[in-house]
């Protein structure tokens, strides 16, 4: 079975609010979770990562949780932007081996006006 | 720079044909990885090469076949497949892999595979 999950494949929110989109992961042995951004036609691009001895990791209007307790991993856009419309990502490393990925199915954001 | 670049972008065979993806990057990187994307689905890992050894084959069947020329380049050669194997082709690299420390991949923007 899938090791990653998300909760919600369509998450729309309007133009400047912020959006959270969420992720479950069921391996207890991962230790490692990454958050992509794919835009239609496009390569996932990373965004941010974070690794199990953190609960919380910031970058540029993103921000990272990671809530080992519970097995879950949310990702936060703050001023949520028309060009932040794409299906995002998150994935671990439950695969074993050689750091390949799993990835959860994708929440496509999609921005009001 | 985070570039990885991959050859051609789209690619129409039979399932007679022979043809083979292309992958590049020149971050420095020491793990390289394919993936197979199908529509509306995430990215599932095929191959991983650590410092020009495949080190993972995610029982993937012998009608691909990867290579790894160099640290910077990476092939996928492709035999005799089929209409299902049609999907978006993926490349990624990164620092290193099977170290004990794991580092983001960066992704290439991918070869669309149509098989006829």
């Known amino acids: 079975g899938e090791s990653v999950g998300l909760h919600l494949p369509t998450l729309s929110v309007q133009e400047g609010d912020n959006s959270i989109i969420n992720c479950a992961y069921s391996n207890s042995a991962s230790d490692y979770f990454i958050w992509y951004k794919q835009e239609s036609g496009k390569g996932p691009q990373f965004i941010i990562d974070?690794?199990?001895?953190?609960d919380k990791r910031q970058g540029q209007r993103v921000t990272v949780l990671l809530n080992k307790t519970v097995k879950h991993l949310s990702l936060q856009i703050a001023a949520t932007q028309p060009g932040d419309s794409a299906v995002y990502f998150c994935?671990?490393?439950?695969?074993?081996?050689?750091?390949?990925?799993?990835f959860g199915k994708g929440t496509h954001l999609i921005i009001q006006p | 720079d985070t570039e990885v670049t991959q050859t051609p972008k789209h690619l129409v065979m039979g399932m007679t044909n022979k043809k083979s993806l292309k992958c590049e990057q020149h971050?420095?990187?020491?793990?390289m990885y394919w993936y197979k994307q199908k529509a509306k689905k995430p990215p599932e890992l095929m191959f991983v090469?650590?410092?020009?050894?495949?080190?993972i084959n995610e029982s993937v069947p012998s009608r691909f076949s990867p290579e790894c020329p160099n640290s910077s380049l990476l092939n996928l050669h492709l035999h005799a497949l089929q209409p299902e194997d049609s999907a978006l082709y993926l490349c990624?690299?990164?620092?290193?892999?099977?170290?004990?420390?794991?580092?983001?991949?960066?992704f290439g923007p991918g070869t669309r595979l149509t098989v006829t």
């Open positions: 090469y650590s410092y020009e050894k495949l080190s």
């Open positions: 994935a671990d490393n439950s695969g074993g081996g050689a750091d390949g990925l799993t």
């Open positions: 971050m420095g990187h020491r793990a």
């Open positions: 990624a690299s990164s620092r290193a892999a099977g170290t004990g420390v794991i580092y983001e991949q960066y």
């Open positions: 974070i690794r199990s001895n953190m």
